[in-house]
Structures are given as structure tokens and as C-alpha cells.
């Protein structure tokens, strides 16, 4: 890590917790019109990473979730696909035999969720997943060096993970639930974006509190002002704890407001979720029909 980037971390201006608060909740109150909902529901849908990351995976269990991905809603070829299936590197090939190449494939990596290995069994982990057929790595930091000080070691590491992804998009997880201030949420998403990450990442969907609508709003104002000042796109992905299409639509409005129209695209802006698919589903369905389905209606994961 240059001296210079220190120095830039280090002149990050303070975050301001209770206007950063106050905004998000101010647009989280946001209406929007049917036909409106009716559009950001597909592209919620569309920017869905469906996720399915436990011991106790099948590859049965994530050939079921793939197929899913591809056709949300098997009884309307206009429902969209999602962006993307995410699971353990050693669950990636049964993705890939059912998806091809019409969606990307996910898989976590850098002992994930905890981050606590060496950094060569961190890079083995990735390319073995790379080598699996994953086209995005989504890597967990080092949280440990990070609030200790070590920013030069989270920086390397970092750096080290996207070589070893190769052309695999690289999606940086900060657990921003273990980073304990919104400084330091600000200060490792620019540290992040600096070694190369493709997207900034909050939660690895473990850890409590995950996604918050505060903490996404304050990655975007991150991308944006990234791009301001140096020219590269990074996208922005919340996971862990969104459920409802009503959540979906604030984290929408929020983008929206805050990054602009360049990240209301699946390329920008992803979820990391299992259960918000099916509500997603859930509500789509209602607007198309006029009514609820039951509820054998979508699969449960």
C-alpha cells in the first residue's frame, strides 16, 4: 500500500452517523408508482445472487437452486433470470453443469466466512474455485489486521486475491457488522476499491448486523465519489437480512439516489440472498394477477 493511499485514508472525512442514519430513513419512506414497482421488482429479481451457503449443501440441493436462478417463475418465460448462484467453491461445478454460461457463477473463498488462514491457502482456495468454472470470487477481508491497524496487509491481500482470480470478477467482503464504526466501513471501502476490488461487498451473511440500508447507503456514496475521482465503476452487493420486496425497493430508491442510474444494472448492483427471491416471485405474481399465490406456489430453498 502506497504512503499516499494511507494518507488519503487517512484524510477520509468523519462520517456523520446521525445524518448518514437520517437519510436512509428518509428514502427508505420513498413511494413509488405501480408500474414503477412493477419494473424494479424485475430488475430486484435480476440482480438477485441466490445464495445457498451451509455445511450441509448437496450437489442435488445446489442443481435445484441453479435451475431456479435460470427460471425464476417456470410459468412465465418473461420473468428475468437472476444475476448469478453463489455457494462453496467445491459446488460450483454442479452449478456450472446446469447454468453454462447464461449466468455467473459465485463462489466464496478466502476461508470463508472468517477470513483466519494463511494467505496461501487463501490463494489455493481461489483458484481452485476459478479453476472450478467460478467467474466471480467473492473474498472476505481480513478483519482482524484491519482493526488492528495492519491496513498494509489487508491492501497485499487483496491485491494478491484478484491476481490469482484471473479474469473472475472479484467482489470484496468487508463484514461491516465486525467493522464497529462507520469510519471504518468508509476507510475499507476505499482501501478495498484500491486493490482492485470489482465490487464492495457489506456482509458475508453470518454476522450480525448484516446489510443495513445506512451501511449500503454509505458504499455507494463510496463508488460514487471513487469514480469522481479516479474514472473505474466498482460496483456495491448487500447480503444478509434482506427478505421482502419492500426492502428490495429501498435498497433501489437508495442506489438510485445516491450512486445514480449507472448502478441500477445487475453488472453494478447485486443481493446476496436466498428467501428475497420468493417474495420477489410472490409479489410479481400479485401484480400480474390481481392475487396472492399459495404458498407451493415458488420452492422453498
Known amino acids: 500500500m502506497s504512503t499516499s493511499l494511507k494518507a488519503g485514508l487517512d484524510r477520509l472525512p468523519g462520517v456523520d452517523q446521525v445524518g448518514l442514519e437520517a437519510r436512509a430513513a428518509q428514502l427508505g419512506t420513498r413511494s413509488i408508482k405501480t408500474t ?33 436462478a435460470l427460471r425464476p417463475d417456470p410459468t412465465d418465460p418473461s420473468c428475468p433470470a437472476a444475476a448469478a448462484v453463489c455457494v462453496y467453491p467445491d459446488m460450483v461445478p454442479f452449478v456450472r453443469e ?17 477470513g483466519r488462514a ?35 496487509k489487508v491492501h497485499e491481500q487483496i491485491v494478491a486475491v484478484k491476481e490469482a482470480s484471473g479474469s ?34 457489506t456482509s ?11 451501511t449500503t447507503l454509505l458504499m455507494l456514496e463510496a463508488v460514487r465519489d471513487y469514480r ?7 460496483g456495491v452487493k448487500p447480503a444478509g437480512g434482506i427478505r421482502t420486496s419492500k426492502d428490495a425497493i429501498k435498497y433501489l430508491v437508495v442506489v438510485n439516489e445516491v450512486a445514480g442510474e449507472d448502478w441500477l444494472d445487475p453488472d453494478w448492483f447485486r443481493f446476496g440472498a436466498s428467501s428475497l427471491l420468493n ?17 407451493d406456489y415458488v420452492t422453498l430453498d
Open 36 to 68: 414503477s414497482k412493477q419494473w424494479a421488482i424485475d430488475l430486484a429479481i435480476s440482480m438477485v445472487d441466490l445464495t445457498t451457503l451451509e455445511g450441509a449443501d448437496t450437489p442435488g440441493k445446489v442443481r435445484a437452486l441453479a435451475t431456479k
Open 98 to 114: 446446469v447454468v453454462g454460461d447464461r449466468l455467473h457463477v459465485a463462489a466464496v473463498a478466502t476461508a470463508f466466512p472468517s
Open 118 to 152: 494463511p494467505i496461501e491457502v487463501k490463494l489455493a482456495d481461489t483458484a481452485a474455485a476459478v479453476a472450478a468454472g467460478a467467474d466471480e470470487i467473492d473474498m472476505v477481508i481480513d478483519r482482524g489486521a484491519f482493526l488492528s491497524g495492519d491496513l498494509e
Open 168 to 201: 473472475a470478477h472479484l467482489k470484496v467482503i468487508l463484514e461491516t457488522g465486525e467493522l464497529q464504526t462507520y469510519d471504518n466501513i468508509r476507510r475499507a471501502s476505499w482501501l478495498a476499491m484500491d486493490a482492485g476490488a470489482d465490487f464492495i461487498k
Open 204 to 214: 458475508t451473511g453470518k454476522v450480525q448486523p448484516a446489510a443495513t440500508l445506512p
Open 228 to 234: 469522481i475521482a479516479t474514472g473505474r465503476q466498482v
Open 279 to 295: 417474495d420477489l416471485l410472490m409479489q410479481r405474481q400479485k401484480m400480474l394477477t390481481g392475487r396472492y399465490s399459495g404458498p
